[in-house]
Structures are given as C-alpha cells and as structure tokens.
C-alpha cells in the first residue's frame, strides 16, 4: 500500500507545483491551479490532443485484450 500512496501523493504535488533545477537537486514552488488553467484555457491544442490521444486508447485497448486472451488460451492447452 505504501508503494502506491506515496507516489500518488507526489504526482498531486507535483501537478500543483512548478519544478526548478537547482545545484543540489530540485525545488518545488506551488502555483495552485495556475499550470490547469494554463493547459485547460490557454493552450489551443491541448483538447485536440487530448481527445486524439483517447480515441486512440478507445481502439487500442480491446485489440491489446483480444490479443493476449488469445495468447493466454494458447498458452494454457496442453502441450505434446
């Protein structure tokens, strides 16, 4: 559990923080919602790409399931 609680904590963070380099590693300074408006209001291509890329798992994921149940039952027969 802690493997998954930790990195999630960090990822919501990060999203509401801005990241600078520095000598001994990195510094966060938080921005609040300023990066999601930035993306969600400012940036033209940000929603046709997003929606590209959704389409895209909308088709990819079925054929990847398809495949490795296909594969899973091949494997699972009885060999000679």
Known sequence: ???FIRP???VILYS???ID???FGYSLKFVGFEIYYKVLRIDPDFIKE???SISGLAY???VIM????IVAV???QKFR
Do not use: M
């Open 1 to 3: 559990l802690f493997y």
């Open 66 to 69: 398809a495949f490795s149940f």
């Open 8 to 10: 999630l904590i960090d």
């Open 74 to 76: 091949i494997l699972n």
């Open 16 to 18: 509401f923080s801005r």
């Open 21 to 23: 380099r520095t000598d």
């Open 60 to 62: 990819q994921v079925p």
């Open 50 to 52: 997003f929606t590209a």
